[in-house]
Antibody
Framework: QVQLQESGPGLVKPSETLSLTCAVS?????????WGWIRRPPGKGLEWISI???????YFNPSLKSRVTTSVDTSKNQFSLRLSSVTAADTATYYC????????????WGPGILVTVSS | QSVLTQPPSVSAAPGQKVTISCSGS????????VSWYQQLPGTAPKLLIY???KRPSGIPDRFSGSKSGTSATLGITGLQTGDEADYYC???????????FGGGTRLTVL
């Protein structure tokens, strides 16, 4: 069974960089699919952030693209998100998920990690 | 402001049926598959419908999806109190080259 688990700091200071990792088990990233990040700010809806393939093809939310970096480590079967110059507006629960193809659905999700931006 | 438009809330009594609409454009729903997700309080989103009208294994047939032109609809029959959740539509937008979610619809089972 495919499982995803987010990890990283729960508190980040304004203007710093948020860094999260998603560990995948039950499926080898090297085998295919895309791997994505989605967030949900408190009191708001879901916002798609980015996806990356095992061979490092990437797509980004245009509104976040200038601040987002994503990478994949097939040796550790994990992928990562970095969001720079964070503000309070980046406070959210961040989810990682498996994207079945670029244009298709997200079938497996991690439980999510709450990241608060505050000094 | 979401690219996909959903009603903020819907409500119905237990046992009744409800529909949730998702309106988009030719650059997204008009030529791409639509998916639907259920997010129960305090949990991660769960895939309910994919490729417009297909249900993953384990999703009861009380949940259904359809698409017509630039709009999609999620239907839920035989409402249960356990269906109270936020529901989101999602698709790919070819103009943005990005996936997009609807703003979400909160379902209340009265």
């Amino acid at each position: 069974q495919v499982q995803l688990q987010e990890s990283g700091p729960g508190l980040v200071k304004p203007s710093e960089t948020l860094s999260l990792t998603c560990a995948v088990s039950g499926y080898s990233i090297r085998s295919g699919y895309y791997w994505g990040w989605i967030r949900r700010p408190p009191g708001k809806g879901l916002e798609w952030i980015s996806i990356i393939s095992h061979d490092v093809k990437t797509y980004f939310n245009p509104s976040l693209k200038s601040r987002v970096t994503t990478s994949v480590d097939t040796s550790k079967n994990q992928f990562s998100l970095r969001l720079s110059s964070v503000t309070a507006a980046d406070t959210a629960t961040y989810y990682c998920a498996r994207h079945v193809g670029v244009y298709d659905h997200l079938d497996y999700w991690g439980p999510g990690i709450l990241v608060t931006v505050s000094s | 402001q979401s690219v996909l438009t959903q009603p903020p809330s819907v409500s119905a009594a237990p046992g009744q049926k409800v529909t949730i609409s998702c309106s988009g454009s030719s650059s997204n729903i008009g030529n791409k598959y639509v998916s639907w997700y259920q997010q129960l309080p305090g949990t991660a989103p769960k895939l309910l419908i994919y490729e417009n009208n297909k249900r993953p294994s384990g999703i009861p047939d009380r949940f259904s999806g359809s698409k017509s032109g630039t709009s999609a609809t999620l239907g839920i029959t035989g409402l249960q109190t356990g269906d109270e959740a936020d529901y989101y539509c999602e698709t790919w937008d070819s103009r943005l080259s990005a996936a997009v979610f609807g703003g979400g619809t909160r379902l209340t089972v009265l």
